[in-house]
């Protein structure tokens, strides 16, 4: 069964650094997209970065441009999210999702706290 697991979550001061990753299993993982997806308390999903299946494609949020890097190592089945710049509204839950023939799959989350 699918399956996608995300690390690298922590708490930062401001203007930190985190690098998230998702090692995923049970599909052909260099044929789908993958995103990042993350929410803050009181406010809807929203999503923060993409990447194409051969890791050529990407796009961002406008909020993070220039502060984050989605990345993707098909070998290892795994996608990341490299961020750098951390502000405090970058606080949130980060998910990263797959969507795989009719269905979206998520990972259980990893938090991402900012604050001095």
């Known amino acids: 069964q699918v399956q996608l697991v995300e690390s690298g979550g922590g708490s930062v001061q401001p203007g930190g650094s985190l690098r998230l990753s998702c090692a995923a299993s049970?599909?052909?993982?260099?044929?789908?997209?993958m995103s990042w997806y993350r929410q803050a308390p009181g406010k809807e999903r929203e999503l923060v970065a993409s990447?194409?299946?051969?890791?050529?494609?990407?796009s961002y949020v406008d909020s993070v441009k220039g502060r984050f890097t989605i990345s993707r190592d098909n070998a290892k089945k795994t996608v990341y999210l490299q961020m750098n710049g951390l502000k405090p509204e970058d606080t949130a839950v980060y998910y990263c999702?797959?969507?795989?023939?009719?269905?979206?799959?998520w990972g259980q989350g990893t938090q991402v706290t900012v604050s001095s």
């Open positions: 990447i194409s299946n051969g890791g050529r494609t990407t």
């Open positions: 049970g599909f052909t993982f260099s044929s789908y997209t």
């Open positions: 999702k797959a969507i795989v023939g009719r269905f979206d799959y």
